[in-house]
């Protein structure tokens, strides 16, 4: 799997830029993290995702 996982990440770097695919990962893991807070109640989690949104944010890619 993961071969296949890997040629649908470079089909979408193919059809989009690196900046919009990191953006979409920082938003996907805001929304984890609010998931996570809303429903489960796991705040360690949630901080983690936000984490992540964070350190994914601070990568500037001009590709």
Known sequence: ???EYMEI???LLD???LSAI???LE???HK???NLRTHWQDEHSAKLWEKAAR???QINVDV
């Open 1 to 3: 799997m993961h071969k």
């Open 9 to 11: 990440l470079e089909t």
């Open 15 to 17: 059809k989009l830029t």
């Open 22 to 24: 990191l953006e979409m």
């Open 27 to 29: 938003r996907l893991c």
């Open 32 to 34: 984890k993290a609010e």
């Open 55 to 57: 350190q994914i944010e």
